[in-house]
């Protein structure tokens, strides 16, 4: 079983920058298809970006030339920088795992992003 524990969310400014992490165990994530996704209030559950094992990245729309997700697999671990914060960013951000091996999917219970001035 899988567990993911997200952490670095918190109170920004607009304009400003949180690096969210995302540490895992009872697995390896190295064979882990990993994304943030990201919920705000009344609202669905969106995919921010993705990032396969090889390293290759996709973002939505709004996260592209602000957002980069990056791992390490010797750390297990996925990280979101996220720059030029906007109050639209603010949400609970979850991460997500799923297995390429065993085909299951995990979440993270999320962090919360809140920008505001």
């Known amino acids: 079983q899988v567990q993911l524990v997200e952490s670095g969310g918190g109170v920004v400014q607009p304009g400003g920058s949180l690096r969210l992490s995302c540490a895992a165990s009872?697995?390896?994530?190295?064979?882990?298809?990993m994304g943030w996704y990201r919920q705000a209030p009344g609202k669905r559950r969106e995919l921010v970006a993705s990032i396969t094992p090889e390293g290759v990245t996709e973002y939505l729309e709004f996260a592209k030339g602000r957002f980069t997700i990056s791992r390490d697999n010797s750390k297990n671990a996925v990280f979101l920088q996220m720059n030029s914060l906007r109050p639209d960013d603010t949400a609970m951000y979850f991460c997500n795992g799923y297995s390429l091996v065993h085909t299951k999917q995990y979440w993270g219970r999320g962090t919360q992003v809140t920008v505001s001035s």
């Open positions: 009872g697995d390896s994530l190295s064979a882990y298809l």
